[in-house]
């Protein structure tokens, strides 16, 4: 098992809550993604995830102590 901190912004943080999260050896960044949004949420919005300050495609693996940040899309006015 390993653990990581988990950030939410915008929208995103009504359904992940800031902490420290348990998962799985080997999770993907999608498979995390997966675990913690609800389906009708992650239909509505793209979401821009960084593991330790740098973008994440969804194949990258997640290590312990990993930070990761889910960001929901930025609107313009």
Not at 48 to 66: I, M, Q, T
């Amino acid at each position: 098992m390993l653990e990581v901190y988990i950030k939410a912004y915008g929208v995103l943080g009504d359904y992940v809550r800031e902490g420290r999260y348990t998962f799985r050896e080997g999770v993907t960044v999608r498979e995390l993604v997966e675990t913690l949004v609800p389906l009708e949420v992650r239909r509505r919005f793209s979401i821009v995830v960084f593991v330790n300050d740098e973008p994440a495609p969804e194949s990258r693996v997640v290590y312990n102590g990993d930070r990761v940040v889910l960001l929901p899309p930025s609107s313009g006015g």
